[in-house]
């Protein structure tokens, strides 16, 4: 209760991983009554300590029904998915009915389906929230956030990535790259960071890339124009084991747009890995 409103209800579409269910927590501790919707599949049994529901890829009709009948008119949606193709999805009746528009937003980019999908719940009446609405502890703040502050070198290495992945928005690729002395060593596409990670300790490791010791610097930020409701760049203790083995200085991830799971032991990682993590405010 905040200034005599009552805080709506919210519901979290629940991903893979861990992400959506410390949200969840964080929503809880700010006043939110909750509903998680769990993927057949895809979400971790650890969703069995909150209210929650289940459905399968495809049960279109099942989802809004049930949120009709909770009364729940906001949904997050949080947590990595495979995408399917839509020839793998088992449809319910309220997805044949919108089989056609379904179609056409799994022709495009992840961009276009998300915000295609946002736009079907808006027309049932169901608004789209992200986390800075009501799990703002997530987002990763600006300034140092692990180790020691990057030195001169890596701080060009991170303006020379933020401004590529600036000018690669537009074609809806990755939301990460890892730059080192001014080059470009990867780019994250469809494989996601972890696989891009790998790419780069792969070369490292084949002496295809001849770095002295640790050096280079992994970059993450939203996509300019991205609707901040959405498919939210995120880190973890995953991505910090990825740059250890990548042997990479450090991380520079965007303040106010990147989700940073599990906090205290990402940085704890970082610190013990000898990695510096550090937001900067695109």
Known sequence: MSGGQTVPPLAILCGGGGLALEAARFARENGRDLLLIGIAGVTPPEIEAFEHVRVRMGEVGKLFATLRARGIEELAILGPMTRPEFSELRLDWGAVRRAGE??????????NLLK????????????????????????????????????????????????????????????????????????????????????????????????????????????RGQDMRLDLPAVGIKTIEG?????????????????????????????????????WRA
């Open 116 to 223: 295609g999908i946002a736009g079907i719940f808006a027309r049932e009446g169901i608004r789209i929230v992200g986390p800075i609405e009501f799990a703002p502890q997530l987002l990763a703040p600006e300034g140092l956030i692990a180790g020691r502050a990057p030195d001169g070198e890596a701080e060009a290495d991170i303006r020379f990535a933020a401004a590529m992945l600036g000018a690669l928005s537009p074609f809806d690729v990755g939301q990460g790259a890892v730059v080192a002395n001014g080059r470009v060593l990867a780019v994250e596409a469809a494989e996601g960071t972890d696989a891009m990670l790998a790419r780069v300790a792969d070369m490292r490791a084949s002496r295809r890339l001849r770095l002295k010791g640790p050096a280079g610097v992994f970059v993450k930020a939203a996509k």
């Open 243 to 279: 740059a250890a083995r990548a042997e990479l200085a450090g991380l520079a991830i965007a303040a106010g747009e990147v989700l940073i799971a599990d906090r205290a032991n990402f940085a704890k990682a970082a610190a013990a890995a000898g990695l510096f993590v550090v937001g």
């Open 102 to 111: 379904l179609a056409n937003l799994f022709r495009g980019g992840d961009d």
